[in-house]
């Protein structure tokens, strides 16, 4: 299944939630925010939220400093 992910094209299996994504593309148990074709994904939603073919993912993490 083809997705773009951060403005990239990238391939993931079929079915591949959100939470399967973030930990495949490194961010693990990072705090992030993720939309999906524009649209926030809630955290409570991450572990059932299912991608689908030519979903637009985009995944934001906090950078802090002082």
Not at 21 to 31: I, N, V
Request: hydrophobic share 40%; net charge negative.
């Amino acid at each position: 299944m083809h997705i773009t992910l951060n403005g990239s094209p990238r391939d993931c299996a079929p079915a591949t939630t959100i939470i399967q994504l973030l930990q495949e593309a490194g961010y693990g148990a990072k705090r992030v925010a993720v939309e999906v074709n524009r649209e926030i994904v809630p955290r409570s939603l991450h572990a059932s939220h299912t991608l689908a073919e030519g979903d637009q993912v985009e995944i934001v993490h906090a950078i802090g400093g002082g």
